[in-house]
T-cell receptor, first 116, second 112 residues
C-alpha cells in the first residue's frame, strides 16, 4: 500500500493556459474523489468516480474543468483557460466501496496550483 | 444542505495538556464522520472514522465521540505533544452522497 499519489506537487502557470493533474489511487480502491481546498478553508467536493464511471459532479465544476478515469485506475483533472480564482490545492482521495460498509477516504498530498 | 462548523478556529496549549476539539453538523442523517489531520502544505491524514451507529472510536491518545441526534462530535487528544501541532478537520458523509462535507478546521499549536 503506497498510498494515494498525486503529480505534480506544484504547478505554476499563466492565466489562460491549460493544466492537467494526475492521481493514482490506492490500488484496490474502486472510488476516486477530487476536492479543491483554498487557504484557510476545508476541502470542497468536485467530483467522484466509481471504477471508470463519473457518478457525481459539484456545481463548482464549471465547464472548464473535466475529469477522467479511463480504465478505472488513475484519474486526470484538466482545467482549461485557467483563471486567477483557480489557484488552490487540488486533492485526490480514494476509498473501497463495499455493500453495507462505509470505508474511510484516504487522501494524497495534493497538487498546489498557482495562476500568475 | 449539510453544513459543518468547527470551534475553536485556533487553539494554543502547553505540552502535556488534554484538549477537546468540537465539530457540529446541521443534517443528522449522516453515514459516518471522519477526523483528519493536515500539516501545512500537505494532504489529509485520516485519524478516526465513526460510523453513524457508533458512539466513539479510539486510537492511541485520540478519542472521537459522536452524538448524531444533536449533530455533534468531539475529538479528545490526551497528553498533547508538540508533534500534534497541525490543523484538524472533521468531515461528514450525508445521506446517499459519497462525498465528504468538511468543516474549516481547528489550527492547533502545542507549545513546549
Amino acid at each position: 500500500d503506497t498510498g494515494v499519489s498525486q503529480n505534480p506537487r506544484h504547478k505554476i502557470t499563466k492565466r489562460g493556459q491549460n493544466v492537467t493533474f494526475r492521481c493514482d489511487p490506492i490500488s484496490e480502491h474502486n472510488r476516486l474523489y477530487w476536492y479543491r481546498q483554498t487557504l484557510g478553508q476545508g476541502p470542497e467536493f468536485l467530483t467522484y468516480f466509481q471504477n471508470e464511471a463519473q457518478l457525481e459532479k459539484s456545481r463548482l465544476l464549471s465547464d472548464r474543468f473535466s475529469a477522467e478515469r479511463p480504465k478505472g485506475s488513475f484519474s486526470t483533472l484538466e482545467i482549461q483557460r485557467t483563471e486567477q480564482g483557480d489557484s488552490a490545492m487540488y486533492l485526490c482521495a480514494s476509498s473501497l466501496a463495499r455493500a453495507g460498509e462505509n470505508q474511510p477516504q484516504h487522501f494524497g498530498d495534493g497538487t498546489r496550483l498557482s495562476i500568475l | 444542505k449539510q453544513e459543518v462548523t468547527q470551534i475553536p478556529a485556533a487553539l494554543s496549549v502547553p505540552e502535556g495538556e488534554n484538549l477537546v476539539l468540537n465539530c457540529s453538523f446541521t443534517d443528522s442523517a449522516i453515514y459516518n464522520l471522519q477526523w483528519f489531520r493536515q500539516d501545512p502544505g500537505k494532504g489529509l491524514t485520516s485519524l478516526l472514522l465513526i460510523q453513524s451507529s457508533q458512539r466513539e472510536q479510539t486510537s492511541g491518545r485520540l478519542n472521537a465521540s459522536l452524538d448524531k441526534s444533536s449533530g455533534r462530535s468531539t475529538l479528545y487528544i490526551a497528553a498533547s505533544q508538540p508533534g500534534d501541532s497541525a490543523t484538524y478537520l472533521c468531515a461528514v458523509k450525508t445521506g446517499t452522497a459519497s462525498k465528504l462535507t468538511f468543516g474549516t478546521g481547528t489550527r492547533l499549536q502545542v507549545t513546549l
